[in-house]
């Protein structure tokens, strides 16, 4: 979940730009440069095992340099840390792990582009705090927790312009629930962004009869930009995927273990993003 971002912007020299949307001439490579910095909310997944934290910097061009680093405090001390630079991307993730200790977590991100040649600033840089987290560990209530299980079938951008997506879950625990998490990330998973869940309880008989002793009602879709969308919109800041071609993979999670059900190459449109944030 984002927890805050801060934007970044760069002006190609000689570029006529009017609140930072360009009415000169098209060109190639754009006159204005958009870059994100984002931080993750702490969270403690499978288990509770390690408490981990996540900044990420995204552009809407490739740029010479991407630096960012993420530090993760607990009760005010630093308790984790990475940091790594890239060349010539669109977007770079870190993650910090550290065991997981009760207390309260903050996870502060910093980032830093360099702009390629003729744009400026040549150099923008930000910092941005998450929120207050108070995490608990320990071992689940009531003893250890199974993994759950499940299959992505379809993922496609319709006709429509929305995604579709489907599959199922199930989380073999007696009384434990599940649910589907979308993430969407570029082909070398360097970074992906959770921009949706769904709760799997359609009926899917073919899941029943695989599995009896679960039932049948595990099955989740996504029928419309009602149901899901992607933060996408590159002028708003906090929103970071624009146009090309990415993985989407979806998470089965209970909140104590995870399983990933699946990956499948799509290709966002300008058409789908307008669409969602139309």
């Known amino acids: 979940m984002t927890a805050a971002s801060a934007t970044l912007r760069a002006t190609r020299s000689g570029a006529v730009t009017s609140n930072g949307t360009r009415i000169g001439p098209a060109s190639n490579p754009p006159d204005v440069i958009v870059c994100y ?3 993750s909310n702490p969270r403690g997944p499978d288990g509770f095992a390690e408490v981990s934290a996540s ?41 910090a792990s550290a065991p997981c200790v009760s ?15 003729g744009y400026f600033p040549p150099i923008g840089s ?35 312009n929305w995604l579709h997506i489907s599959g199922w879950a199930i989380n073999p625990t007696p009384g434990g629930s599940v649910h589907a998490e979308f993430q969407l990330g570029p082909r070398d998973h360097a970074w992906y962004w959770t921009f949706g869940t ?7 008989p073919d899941v ?12 989740f879709e996504t029928d419309g ?28 999670a209970t909140g104590y273990r995870s399983t990933e059900l699946g990956c499948r190459p799509v290709h966002i449109t300008q058409e789908l993003l307008s669409w969602y944030w139309s």
């Not at 630096?67 to 870190?94: C, I």
């Not at 987290?133 to 209530?141: A, D, L, W």
């Not at 933060?231 to 989407?248: H, R, V």
């Open 103 to 117: 207390g309260t977590y903050l996870a502060i991100a910093t980032g830093e582009v360099v702009f390629p040649s």
């Open 126 to 160: 930000g910092v941005v705090g998450s929120a207050s987290v108070n995490i608990t560990c320990g071992p689940p209530p009531g003893g250890g927790q199974q993994a759950p299980f499940g299959a992505l079938d379809i993922v496609e951008v319709t006709s429509g």
């Open 37 to 39: 910095l984002d931080v």
């Open 55 to 95: 900044g990420l910097v995204i552009c809407s061009y490739p740029v010479d340099f991407i630096s960012v680093s993420v530090e993760l405090y607990r009760n005010n001390v630093l308790v984790a840390s990475r940091r790594q630079t890239v060349p010539f991307v669109l977007g770079w993730g870190v993650t």
């Open 198 to 204: 769904a709760q799997p309880t359609l009926n899917r």
């Open 225 to 252: 930009p009602e149901d899901t969308g992607p933060s996408i919109d590159p002028e708003n800041p906090g929103q970071f995927i624009f146009p090309g071609d990415y993985d989407l993979c979806v998470i089965a």
């Open 208 to 219: 029943g009869v695989a599995y009896p002793q679960y039932g049948p009602n595990h099955g």
